[in-house]
């Protein structure tokens, strides 16, 4: 007995396979991808903070990688404005002392010198996006220096 070709059953055959196959490209492309850019961000972190990189390439390089783990969804970006903390007061230094204590591994955090006081920030969880919120609703009141700062001689 010979068997024929049913060739709308291979169409189906492959076309059903070329899908899965997409399928599973697209499913293992996004760790791929974090990996790449996480290895990259960590480098261009070490050349740019550890070992005194100041090249715009460095920067650049950082700059990329960093915000492609955001687009991934591998870090969460959040900027906090502080309505009750100056800068030209001391507050805003002790606010940074405070937060750098507190988040001591953060993968980036930066922080303004003028008012408003702000800190950005690029967390890998969303824990440490909530420890962040709390930060802020706890250290940005009104009595900011009468809570954590000494007084003034």
Do not use: C
């Not at 760790?31 to 790449?36: G, L, T």
């Not at 991934?72 to 230094?93: C, K, M, P, Y």
């Not at 001591?104 to 890998?124: A, K, L, M, R, Y």
């Amino acid at each position: 007995m010979t068997r024929t070709w049913n060739t709308g059953r291979t169409v189906i055959l492959l076309s059903t396979a070329t899908l899965l196959l997409g399928v599973l490209i697209a499913v293992l492309q996004r760790p791929i991808r974090v990996a790449y850019h996480t290895r990259e961000f960590d480098e261009a972190t070490h050349e740019v903070f550890f070992m005194g990189g100041t090249g715009a390439d460095s920067w650049e390089s950082y700059e990329h990688h960093r915000d492609q783990l955001v687009r991934l969804g591998a870090l969460t970006h959040r900027r906090f404005v502080f309505a009750h903390i100056r800068t030209g007061t001391g507050e805003g230094r002790e606010v940074w002392r405070r937060a750098m204590e507190a988040f001591p591994s953060s993968p980036h955090t930066s922080g303004t010198t003028v008012d408003p006081f702000e800190i950005e920030v690029w967390e890998t969880t969303p824990e440490m996006i909530a420890r962040w919120e709390k930060f802020v609703e706890d250290h940005d009141v009104p009595d900011f220096r009468e809570r954590y700062m000494e007084p003034r001689p």
